[in-house]
């Protein structure tokens, strides 16, 4: 592995057809109500080409570029985890037979997904749910059929979203690892390719049925200033250095009340988290009773009912559900994975409706002195 071969713009078309003749549903970025979200492809032309995105706290929008360029925009509001995890998945159903009841579990995956178009942070964030749900204490047996079943085109960010901060979580914007094939834009005024570095076995047999030819080290070395440019243009920074400690040191923080006046506990930050994973289950019957389902769904720690134990909430006051979600995001996620549960993709930051800033939050906290931490403040 580690080869890198070159292929013009309509090698991409073949790699597509290439992935569904293997059986699999491609999924890829796609430009649907104003952004650019992750849904079923069959052809290069359902990928957004000419288009870009403008991002900023509380604020997306798609543009047109001057160029053709199919991967030129950065991550829009979905995440891969909607089909490694969908948002809603039937556990199992109960049915009622003349004098009992016959249990089904739910239903197993379908498809063989190939994705197209994964950036390195959400390679990163595939990797935190994986430790989740794959070699965790609990691991879940559909998500980890459909792992082992997709196949992976990563894509090299040749810009960078003004929210985005992966350089400060050493997630990116360069792929390293993880994929079965990633791709490199090579586009200017004189050509349109896409340099392929082949990363597994099933990536090379792909490859077999995709016209292509070696990679010159003049492709190389544009591929390498297309990352540095995006590198370069990343729009935010976090200082990870010594944020644990501080951020759990600070519970009572005079900065928690701040943050609680503007957040509407909408809970949008963790539907768009590609590292987000909370859920809740509700059972559902039919009105004759006969039947009966209980359902998965993704649920937030912004709602009220998610703490909720017998008699109450234990997160009721706005203030406690933000502290909760950035703390565990940067701080006690690292106890418990080994890892930050963030990846710097800026999601949260888009598409929070009053543009609170997970970075300006932090270093809020990170930045005050001891004391300040320290400050007692009333309510839970
Ligand atoms: S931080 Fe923003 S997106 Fe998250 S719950 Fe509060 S208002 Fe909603
Ligand atoms: S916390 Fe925000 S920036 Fe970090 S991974 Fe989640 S959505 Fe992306």
Not at 178 to 197: K, N, V, Y
Request: aromatic share 8%.
């Amino acid at each position: 592995m580690g080869t890198n071969v070159t292929i013009a713009r309509d090698g991409l078309q073949a790699l597509i057809e290439a992935l569904r003749a293997d059986g699999r549903e491609v999924i890829g970025p796609t430009v649907r109500e104003g952004a650019i979200i992750y849904d079923a492809i069959r052809d290069i032309a359902d990928l957004p080409a000419g288009w870009t995105d403008r991002q900023e706290a509380g604020r997306y929008g798609l543009e047109q570029r001057a160029d053709g360029a199919l991967f030129g925009y950065t991550v829009g509001p979905h995440a891969w985890k909607q089909f490694l995890f969908p948002a809603r998945e039937t556990l199992w159903t109960m049915r009622r037979t003349g004098d009992g009841a016959e249990v089904t579990d739910g239903a197993t995956p379908a498809s063989r997904h190939a994705f197209i178009g994964v950036r390195s942070c959400e390679l990163h964030a595939i990797a935190i749910q994986d430790k989740v749900f794959v070699s965790g204490p609990y691991p879940d047996t559909n998500y980890r059929a459909r792992r082992a079943d997709a196949f992976i085109v990563a894509v090299n960010c040749g810009q960078a979203g003004n929210t985005c901060f992966c350089v400060s979580m050493r997630t990116g914007p360069k792929v390293e690892g993880g994929f079965d094939l990633s791709l490199t834009e090579l586009l200017d005024d004189t050509r349109h390719d896409f340099l392929i570095a082949i990363g597994s076995e099933a990536g090379a047999a792909i490859m077999q049925h995709v016209p292509h030819r070696p990679a010159t080290a003049a492709d190389l070395s544009a591929a390498d200033s297309a990352v540095a440019r995006a590198a370069a243009g990343i729009g935010r920074h976090l200082q990870t250095e010594g944020l644990k400690q501080a951020l759990q040191a600070a519970p009572e923080h005079r900065r928690w009340d701040e943050v609680a006046a503007r957040c509407l506990t909408c809970g949008n930050c963790t539907m768009v988290c590609p590292t987000c994973f909370c859920t809740t289950v509700r059972d559902h019957t039919d009105l004759a009773g006969n039947t009966a389902r209980r359902v998965r769904e993704w649920d937030s720690c912004f709602t009220l009912d998610f703490s909720y134990i017998h008699g109450g909430s234990v997160r009721h006051a706005p203030r406690a559900r933000y502290r909760q979600w950035l703390t565990h995001k940067l701080a006690n996620w690292i106890d418990q994975f080994g890892t930050s549960g963030c990846v710097g993709c800026g999601r949260c930051i888009t598409w929070c409706p009053v543009g609170i800033d997970i970075t300006e939050e932090a270093a809020a906290i990170a930045n005050a002195p001891a004391a300040a931490r320290e400050a007692h403040h009333e309510g839970a």
